[in-house]
């Protein structure tokens, strides 16, 4: 499915990169959790890391309820920026230097979930969607811990992708020029896992930490 973009999500330079379709947009949502929150904050613009997870139509993402970044971002406009970045692009001349990504970004009014069942199942959903299986197998949340948490969320209504590939665009007269030009490919690899030293014997380790990979849901 393809939107049409709004004025805010409509991409003003480099348009050829542009994507409005739900597929581009959806895989590369699912494939980075980090991302970026963009909203003004007592007249100023502040940009907050993040975690955020994607559930149908919307994306969320949470913090403390006691943040005062949270409560401000609530009933806010804001900008919700989540990026990959898959190669350094070396060209033949300073100008044509690009990096190759993937990248998307939301636009629209913050809205709290504020239900306790609607928030267990938005970080359950979390968990699961990074980690599948892990849920279960957790200490069970008490109502404090969810009264602690603040759970934001946004409608994709009003979002797009843009996405770089391929090798340096150099003019043709500079191809002859005697510098190496191509990739740097760029891989976000998880690392060996490291045992919290607490740990009780005899727990081994779940399939869920040795096979996550970032990004293996999204075609290059």
């Not at 139509?57 to 990026?83: D, F, L, M, N, P």
């Not at 699961?128 to 009264?147: N, S, V």
Request: net charge neutral; hydrophobic share 40%.
């Amino acid at each position: 499915m393809t939107q049409a973009p709004t004025e805010r999500s409509r991409a003003r330079r480099l348009h050829e990169k542009a994507a409005y379709d739900r597929a581009s947009i959806d895989a590369i949502l699912d494939a980075m959790p980090l991302a970026h929150v963009g909203y003004v904050f007592d007249g100023a613009p502040v940009v907050t890391p993040t975690l955020q997870w994607r559930m149908g139509e919307r994306i969320y993402w949470h913090g403390s309820s006691a943040s005062r970044t949270q409560r401000k971002a609530a009933s806010a406009q804001v900008c919700v920026t989540v990026t990959l970045t898959d190669a350094m692009v070396l060209a033949r001349s300073g100008l044509e230097h690009s990096v190759n990504y993937r990248s998307v970004m939301v636009f629209g009014e913050a809205t709290t979930v504020t239900d306790p069942a609607e928030k267990a199942e938005a970080l359950r959903a979390m968990m699961e969607a990074m980690f599948p299986g892990r849920w279960d197998q957790l200490r069970p949340m008490t109502a404090q811990e969810l009264k602690a948490t603040a759970i934001l969320s946004l409608p994709l209504t009003e979002a797009s992708a843009k996405i770089s590939t391929g090798m340096p665009t150099d003019p043709p007269e500079d191809l002859a020029t005697p510098v190496w030009a191509g990739l740097l490919p760029i891989h976000l690899t998880m690392g060996r896992p490291e045992p919290d030293p607490q740990l009780a014997p005899g727990i081994e380790l779940p399939a869920h930490a040795l096979n996550y990979r970032f990004g293996q849901i999204v075609k290059p």
